[in-house]
């Protein structure tokens, strides 16, 4: 099976955006079926990575690399997205399925290898992501 690789090129500001405003509501349309915790779970996990990628690059100034412990890890980071992705059932629905293959996060994950820009890149579009999530939800409460 082919991997398809993730354009990294993209502006993640509107990607993240669009992933947000295409986020399945409940029949009221007055909250997303995707939580906040769940989101925060993601972010918590890809921050993790980026502390222990800044422990690496205080006691290493210098490597155009991901160190493998980390590429690791970020490849690992996969398996924890897949299971939240078929734990939790709105309806019939798994919000953080659907999310996931909407926001490529995926793709993006096997697409990093060991390139720090591409790590970069994907923490740069949960923050934003998470952001738009917040302002999105506290919008959508507003109108209630």
Do not use: W
């Amino acid at each position: 099976m082919a991997q398809r690789e993730f354009d990294f090129s993209s502006d993640l500001v509107s990607k993240a955006e669009t992933v947000v405003k295409h986020l399945e509501r409940n029949k009221k349309g007055t909250e997303m079926l995707l939580t906040s915790a769940q989101l925060r779970k993601v972010l918590s996990n890809i921050v993790a990575i980026k502390n222990k990628l800044g422990v690496f690059q205080s006691v290493e100034r210098e490597f155009t690399k991901l160190p493998e412990e980390i590429a690791f890890d970020i490849r690992f980071l996969k398996t924890s997205l897949l299971y939240q992705a078929g734990r939790i059932e709105v309806n019939r629905r798994y919000p953080m399925k659907d999310f996931l293959e909407d926001s490529e996060l995926v793709i993006i994950i096997d697409s990093i290898g060991n390139h720090i820009e591409r790590f970069e890149y994907l923490c740069k579009y949960v923050e934003a992501i998470v952001a738009f999530y917040k302002y999105h939800s506290v919008a959508l409460k507003s109108k209630s």
